[in-house]
């Protein structure tokens, strides 16, 4: 007898598709970066999407940032797309274009390792996921690092060598632009810094010069809002006297490219005549002088503020910051007015930033004379012996003298005593007799209701 077998056709199996993306960086550099990303984008997408073995998951970019930062937004973007799962294979240039920084290449290669992603680098033709790939990068990693530090170093010399010689680098503050050759001033622009400058001579604040460009339309460097952080900064500008101090910031180091303010760390040079003046030599000394006399003074060089004794003297002793007062206020039923005096961050940012005791001004008085061993309190002996009064805890006064002598004075943290009158005294406690009947009869009931 015959046996026939039926044979079922079988589809070949394909191997799975990866999913492949590229990573590339260009620095930002006189005019090639846009040409040069749009050529790696085009190389990538083309490259990757003629493998038939491939499906392309993308290209991601970022312009004109150092492979030493960590705000690669395009790479950030990459990553959290490899954690879903978007992403088989990773191809880029070379290991500076991945990361110049061995320590973060090599984390994020093993991050990568660890989700079964492998990362391919052309220029090394190295691939994350071989058995030597590891060794191999740790060593040309730390080549591009020194390499980035030598080309760093090489800058900075350049610049300071620079800096010795009076060659000052472009800038970019309002009131000046440069024509590719020299800076040349913006007229109009010239107008608003001198109004700045004659304005500040005449005791306007910069908040006040702030409102008043509002007023009148102007815009800042940028186009937005001209705000008084903006003023202050143009007060400050030397450059505004056709003068330029040189290396007033540097960058730390090669790695974090993070700009710090030079206070000493190395030598500043001020070079003369470097471009075209806006404002004269005297007239930006003499508000050099005033900003530091104002300085000095604090609120009181703001006439528009209303200041007591006490301004700026009373301090919290959880955050630093100086107490202000409260607006009038005044009791239902007494009428009488008073004020309360909080810290300044409490005020503004609420308890969850600062959470020190207010202290009423009656309270403060009150104590401070006992302190001062004066009958009465007497604001002209406070202001000359005087320095600070820090506020601590729930009642405590630390009194700092300007001889030096330092007093703690204990406080009531209530003023309901020194604010009751003996007829409210003599009414509270005739109230109290009155209900006294009342109130047993209610704590007895109370009890009654419990041991039911």
């Known amino acids: 007898m015959k046996k026939v077998r039926k044979i079922e056709p079988s589809l070949p199996i394909l191997p799975k598709r990866k999913k492949v993306a590229a990573y590339a960086r260009v620095s930002e550099e006189k005019g090639r970066t846009f040409h040069s990303m749009s050529a790696q ?8 999407q003629k493998n038939k073995e491939w499906i392309y998951a993308g290209v991601y970019a970022d312009e004109g940032i150092t492979g030493t930062t960590d705000n690669r937004t395009e790479f950030q973007r990459m990553i959290e797309d490899c954690e879903k799962g978007k992403i088989d294979i990773i191809l880029t240039k070379s290991i ?4 110049r920084n061995t320590i973060d290449l090599l984390e994020t290669v093993r991050y990568l390792k660890e989700l079964g992603i492998e990362v391919r680098f052309e220029s090394e033709n190295i691939n994350s996921l071989s058995d030597d790939g590891e060794l191999m990068l740790t060593l040309l990693g730390s080549f591009a690092q020194e390499e980035s530090r030598s080309i760093s ?10 800096f ?13 632009r440069w024509d590719g050759e020299k800076f040349n001033i913006v007229p109009e622009e010239a107008e608003v810094i001198r109004l700045i400058y004659d304005n500040f001579l005449k005791g306007y604040s910069a908040e006040h010069t702030e409102k ?29 006297t056709g003068n330029s101090l040189l290396q007033k910031t540097y960058i730390e180091d090669h790695i974090t490219k993070k700009t710090k303010i030079n206070r000493g760390e190395l030598p500043m040079y001020y070079a003369e005549n470097t471009h075209p003046v806006i404002i004269e030599k005297e007239i930006f000394d003499k508000v050099q002088a005033e900003v530091a006399k104002r300085r000095e003074l604090g609120v009181f060089a703001n006439k528009a503020i209303k200041t007591t004794c006490f301004t700026s003297k009373i301090k919290c002793d959880i955050c630093g910051k100086s107490y202000r007062r409260s607006g009038k206020r005044q009791r239902k039923n007494t ?24 202290v009423p001004e ?6 401070l004379a006992i302190a001062l061993s004066l009958e009465e ?9 005087v320095e600070k009064v820090v506020v601590k805890g729930q009642d405590e006064l630390i009194i700092h003298f300007y001889d030096g002598q330092i007093l703690t004075q204990k406080w009531q943290s209530t003023a309901r005593t020194d604010c009751w009158t003996d007829d409210r005294r003599e009414s509270w406690a005739e109230y109290q007799i009155g209900n006294k009947h009342a109130i047993g009869n209610k704590g007895r009931w109370l009890k009654d209701e419990k041991n039911k």
């Open 41 to 48: 984008i085009s190389h990538y997408s083309s490259f990757i």
């Open 96 to 99: 500076s274009r991945f990361a």
């Open 153 to 162: 170093e090489n800058v900075k010399w350049g610049i300071r060598k620079g």
């Open 164 to 176: 010795q010689k009076g060659i000052v680098n472009s800038f970019c503050i309002y009131g000046y």
């Open 212 to 240: 008043q460009l509002k007023e009148m339309g102007i815009k800042s460097y940028t186009g937005g809002h001209f705000s008084n952080t903006s003023i202050r900064a143009i007060l400050r500008q030397e450059k505004y």
């Open 335 to 358: 009428k009488e007015v008073y004020y309360i005096w909080t810290c300044r961050t409490k005020s503004e940012k609420g308890i969850a930033h600062c959470h020190p005791k207010d």
């Open 362 to 367: 009656k309270m403060l008085r009150k104590y």
């Open 377 to 385: 309190f007497d604001e002209e002996t406070f202001t000359e012996d």
